[in-house]
């Protein structure tokens, strides 16, 4: 069964500045897709950045993008010029490459409560 | 509509009572997908429909948990014998096909049960 881990419960940024939010797992597929979901009070699950274990290239969306490192099962999100309505909680996510019984369900850490401060 | 719709948005009820939580996925969307969120943690598998079928259901914690999809569209998850630790939110997903390479799941904004 695959795990994830996110080891920082917590983590503050200063409006502007950037920052990094860690994220590890643990699997014995080779092919598999990694997500950074973001939760604001309201409760709803709002995909931010996704990332295809066999793509090389790390993704970028916009202010957001990850360092995607295969070997070492680590998949941090990158956060530059911080915005006030960036603070909510994220999660980093997983899910196995579509194939004879997947069911493509998502495996979550347990979050990381980013807050923003002006 | 144009997203994943929940309902109620907020659910009170006694233990052992039963409840029922409804998921309105994206029209036209295959998969379905239940998780639950207890307070403070990430939400995890309950279980997966493609269309009317019932393909996992390997999350649901104990035999009081049920979910139907019985015409591939709205959802039912339902909780017989409500007990205190059910108190979760439950969050509703759907992508528009279970074999699609990279199709996103989106999800609704979820229903937060209290049992007292």
């Known amino acids: 069964a695959q795990t994830v881990t996110q080891s920082q419960p917590e983590m503050s940024v200063q409006e502007a500045e950037t920052v990094t939010l860690s994220c590890t797992y643990d699997?014995?597929?080779?092919?598999?897709?990694l997500f950074w979901y973001k939760q604001p009070p309201s409760r709803q699950m709002i995909l931010v950045i996704r990332?295809?274990?066999?793509?090389?290239q790390n993704a970028t969306e916009n202010r957001f993008s990850v360092n995607f490192q295969k070997a070492a099962k680590s998949f941090s999100l990158k956060i530059s010029d911080s915005q006030l309505g960036d603070a909510a909680m994220y999660f980093c996510a997983y899910r196995s490459y579509p194939g004879g019984g997947s069911n493509y369900k998502l495996t979550f850490g347990k979050g990381t409560l980013l807050t923003v401060n002006p | 509509g144009a997203g994943v719709s929940q309902s109620p948005r907020y659910k009170v009820a006694k233990r052992g009572q039963d409840v029922a939580l409804r998921c309105d996925p994206i029209s036209g969307h295959v998969s379905l997908f239940w998780y639950q969120q207890a307070l403070g943690q990430g939400p995890e598998f309950l279980t997966y429909f493609q269309n009317e079928a019932q393909l996992d259901k390997s999350g649901l914690p104990s035999d009081r948990f049920f979910a139907e999809r019985p015409e591939g569209s709205v959802s039912t998850l339902k909780i017989q014998r409500t007990q205190q630790e059910d108190s979760a939110v439950y969050l509703c997903?759907?992508?528009?096909?279970?074999?699609?390479?990279?199709?996103?799941?989106?999800f609704g904004d979820g229903t937060r049960l209290s049992i007292l």
């Open positions: 990332q295809e274990a066999y793509k090389q």
């Open positions: 997903a759907s992508s528009l096909s279970g074999t699609g390479k990279n199709q996103p799941q989106h």
């Open positions: 699997t014995s597929e080779s092919d598999y897709y």
